[in-house]
Structure formats: C-alpha cells, structure tokens
C-alpha cells in the first residue's frame, strides 16, 4: 500500500469519528458487506478531507479498516497463513512471523502505535478480558485456542507488544515426527509401548520445541477405557480418547478475583476418580500434587516442563516442589521424584530451526544425593550439515537395563516381546 503514513492516519481517524456503530456491530461478521460500507464510508471521509485516492487505493484502505474493525489489523494474513506458528509484534513497524523454526520479518506493519494499542485491545476484549495502563500485561487464549500476549506502554519500550502462539490446526502423530526426522522407528515404538504399559513420563524442552506437539501424539497410545483428565493454562491438548474432561486454569478478572490455579486444579482432580493426569505444563508449585498423583495410583500420567537436558528437568522439579512452600527435606524430595516419575524425554529446536528428541532417559534411581539417569535413546550430532543446512546425526539405541522399570510394566502388559523386538533382546 504506498500511501503516506500522515493520508492514513488522517483517513483511519475520520473513518473512527463518522463511523455508525450501530449498523457496523450487525456486519461484523459479514466481511463483504463490511467492506461495501467501508467503501462508501472512505469515499465521504476522503471528499470532506479533500484527500485523492484511486479506485485500487481506496478499496486496500477499505480492506485495512475492516480488518481493524474485525479485531485482527495487518496479523489477519498473518494469521490464516497455515505456514505460520508464531505472530511476533514489537511495536507497530516490526511484525516477525516462525515459519518452519526459523524467524522471519514480514512486510506487515501498523499505522501508528495507536492503532496496534486499540486492535490489541480488541483481541483481549473478546476473550473478555482488559487491557490498559492499570492491566499492561495481559496473557489469554484466543477463541480457536491460540495463545494470545499482550504487553502495552510503557511497559512495552518501543510500542504495544503482542505475542501470538497460533493453534495448529493440523493433528500430529508419531509418524509425521519420523518423517520430520524428529525420532527414528525403534525410538516411536518405544514411546507407544511406554504409553500403553503407563509409564509417568515428563517431556522437558525450551519453548517452541515441541514439547505439547509430542504430549498430544503420545496421548493417542492412551486406552479408550480410561478415565483421562487434562490441565492446562491454555487448552492445546486434543485428546481423542471417548473419556476426557478438559480444565483450564483462570487469571484474576477485572476486580482481581476469581483465580484458579494449576495447584488447585490438580487438587481437584484427584477426587475425580481420574485413571491419568496430563499436565499441560508444569510450572512451579503445583509440581508437587503431581508427583503425589502419580505416587498414588495415577500411573501413566504425563506432564512438560522446561529445561534443557534431562538432568536439567530433574532439578527444576527438585525447585517447583520446594516452591510449593512445603518445608520437605532435599532428599525426600528427590526420592519423591524417583518413585514419581519413570521417563524423562528431552526435546530440542536446534539452530537450522528443526526439532529433535535428543534424549529418552529412564530415572533408575538414587545413588546418595544423586538421581540415576539411564539413557535408552539419544540423538548425537556429526557437526555437519545436508544440502538444505539441516543438522544431520543418528539416533543411538543404547538399550535397556535388565531391571528397567519400563519391561517391568511391558511383561504386565503383555508388550514385552514388542519391546525386546526393538532392542534385540532374546
């Protein structure tokens, strides 16, 4: 669109003043007859402004106003774009997008910092919350389940600021993980074995690597005849078991009230009668009634967390726990974690911008102060790239322990030949 940025600003504000709201709430959610109005509407606004603008000029300011007025501005491309995972706003001149893991800056931009203020309020209204100087930082869930952050001056230095976690429409399933190079065949067996002999596994990685994207293709491996409950901050999880109840924990409203906790949800749930817990995330004290639940009889219960080795993960339990304010010593904490969990699965986005699992590691147990960590599969790097600068290396198979926890679970469930099949075992 090359018209100045003064013509627009001119022309966004006179269409903003002479604007019949009445008749625009009923065309909301008619985006042609929207637009036909705004047409007429920019041509009275552009004679009393004595401002000229051609036919093709008139209709892209048309189309700029009623994606403003529909709530999403300059990020409606954006967002029906299926490339794009991540919509990244810093200020009304910069608009970043993830495709494929890799960041990219877009052509899109904002008129001014006003306008990306007042469509950021937008979104946060539909989603009924509030977004101005007594709330700047907002964080919700958009109708179709993206992740929706919003922070605002002067909070935010350079402008409004706005953080999009799309949705993926797409579900994503052990195979496509194979075929993204992500795991190898012998390491999907194992995890769908792990799944189906319920293992307590916790998948630990740094953010956007695909941590929920792995805890929703594992989810498919859970039995059609169990009782599954979900917790979350923001309801990704697709399960598509018959026997699912979905929670979603709650921020203060307006009068800051209201709020539900993850910790308080997990309370909740163990007198649901639930067969396993998922746990969207794991972030601080509600750790702690997690690995009570999966001490108590919620085997095979799955939760995420954030950490980068598996070793990592271990002592970012060790800390949400002690933040639960519980006064437990160290060690009985640690013990808490050996008997709780039984697999850890560490998953990274590496710098050409593609995931991997880089570790599937089973928790053996306590050595003194120390937890045991055994690595059955791991993916080692060759410092090299392929011919589209991806990252190449293999997947080891390093086998199981005879007293792993898993083939004890396996010969229960009746999978144990499956499982010596992908280690060569007799």
Known sequence: MNIAIETLEKLREGVLKNIEIN???????????????????????????DIYLNSQGLHSVAEMMVDEIMGFGPLRPLLEDETVSDILVNGPGQIYVERRGKLELTDCRFINNAQLTDIAKRLVQRVGRRLDAAQPLVDARLPDGSRLNVAMQPIALDGTSISIRKFGKSNIELADLIRFDAMNGQMANFLIIAARCRMNIIISGGTGSGKT???????????????????????????????????????????????????????????????????????????????????????????????????????????????????????????????????????????????????????????GDRVILQD???????????????????????????????????????????????????
Request: include cysteine; charged fraction near 25%.
């Open 23 to 49: 008749k625009i709430e009923h065309l909301v959610n008619d985006r042609g007859q929207l637009l036909q109005e705004m047409n007429r509407l920019l041509e009275r606004v552009t004679e009393q402004q």
């Open 213 to 367: 994207t792995l805890l929703n293709a594992l989810s498919k491996y859970i039995g059609s005849d169990e009782r599954i409950i979900t917790m979350e901050d923001a309801a990704e999880l697709r399960l598509m078991q018959p026997h699912v109840l979905r929670m979603e924990t709650r921020l203060a409203g307006v009068e800051n009230t209201g709020v539900v906790t993850m910790r308080a949800l997990l309370i909740n749930s163990l007198r649901m009668r639930p067969d396993r817990i998922i746990v969207g995330e794991c972030r601080g004290e509600e750790s702690f009634e997690m690995l009570q639940a999966m001490n108590t009889g919620h085997d095979g219960s799955m939760s995420t967390l954030h950490a980068n080795s598996p070793r990592d993960a271990i002592s970012r339990l060790e800390n949400m726990v002690m933040m639960a304010g519980m006064n437990i010593p160290i060690e009985s904490i640690r013990r808490n974690i050996v008997s709780a969990i039984n697999l850890i699965i560490q998953v990274s986005r590496l710098n050409d911008g593609s995931r991997k699992i880089m570790n599937i590691s089973e928790v053996m147990g306590i050595e």
């Open 376 to 426: 059955i599969f791991s993916f080692k790097s060759n410092n090299e790239r392929d011919t589209n600068g991806r990252i190449t290396g293999e997947f080891i198979n390093h086998g199981m322990l005879v007293r792993s926890a898993v083939m004890k679970n396996a010969v229960m469930f009746n999978l144990e030949s499956e499982l010596k099949q992908i280690f060569n075992m007799e």
